[in-house]
């Protein structure tokens, strides 16, 4: 198989975003592909394609390229992809929620092939699935969450997460 | 004199062009983190997408020129400091100084 992934390392919760867009993308556009764990840790990237030694570190440009098969919209940089980099991705790191930052994002529907709600939810799903505040996209969050759990529990398999340790 | 060359549009990218397109520009929004990465990405190609001048050369470099402004080991970022100079002299706009006198020991690959 020319086109490899291989899963984020880490226990926190950029990495679960991370592993949980890869099992969303092959789920959605690449049934075929499997995704292989790092063990010796030797690969720094997510994609690799052996042929042309193309690669790619960074999940939301992999679900795009992944989905680029089939989605002419795969690279459209829409309200959502932007709140996700912009908002969202950035409280990984404090496992911060920002409830109302989401307000700019809306869907019209549920859609599991949707690469801009892919990246969206993987990055939400760390921070709000034990939240009982309510925003702006909860409805649509709790939705996809009950439409994508084989994802969320094969991503869980992969990377345990691990509470962030408490500052002084 | 300087020379203004127009970026190609992202419409005219193959999808292998659009993604690492997509990726710097994504990861550029959170430098100095991902900086080192992009040092190395560089080492191998000369613009943001390989061979090409493109619109995320412009994109990424708007993020990224704060970023160059006062960095003093001027080595460990040779190849995003060469870009940088080679994407600020395309598009007429100098935002930062590259001292192209600095003298930089022999990179060790």
């Known amino acids: ?168 | 004199m300087s020379l203004s060359l127009s970026p190609l549009s992202l419409s005219e990218l193959s999808n292998e062009e659009l993604a690492l397109s997509s990726q710097w520009s994504t990861l550029s929004a959170r430098f100095p983190e991902g900086l080192d990465e992009f040092n190395t990405y560089l080492k191998s190609t000369t613009y943001v997408v390989g061979s090409k001048f493109t619109a995320a050369d412009v994109t990424v470099f708007d993020n990224t020129w704060k970023h160059l402004q006062s960095v003093s080991d001027v080595a460990s970022l040779r190849h995003v400091l060469r870009w940088a100079d080679l994407v600020q002299n395309l598009t007429g706009q100098e935002k930062i100084k590259i001292d192209l006198d600095a003298a930089v020991p022999r990179e060790i690959k």
């Open chain 1, 1 to 168: 198989m020319p086109l490899e992934l291989f899963y984020a390392k880490g226990n926190n919760a950029k990495a679960f975003s991370s592993n949980l867009k890869l099992n969303l993308a092959v789920a959605a556009y690449a049934a075929q592909l499997k995704i292989s764990v790092d063990a010796d840790g030797s690969k720094p990237f997510l994609l690799h394609e052996n042929k042309t030694n193309f690669t790619l570190i960074e999940p939301n440009a992999v679900v795009q390229y992944l989905a680029a098969s089939t989605r002419p919209d795969a690279f459209s940089d829409t309200e959502a992809v932007k709140t996700e980099r912009l908002t969202v991705y950035p409280g990984l790191s404090s496992s911060k929620f920002d409830a109302g930052a989401l307000s700019s994002a809306s869907f019209a529907s549920v859609d599991v092939t949707s690469p801009e709600q892919i990246i969206l939810f993987s990055s939400l799903y760390p921070l709000a699935k034990n939240s009982s505040a309510e925003f702006a996209l909860k409805n649509w969050f709790e939705q996809f969450a009950s439409a994508v759990q084989t994802a969320i529990e094969a991503t869980s398999a992969v990377t345990k997460l691990e509470r962030p340790k408490a500052t002084n």
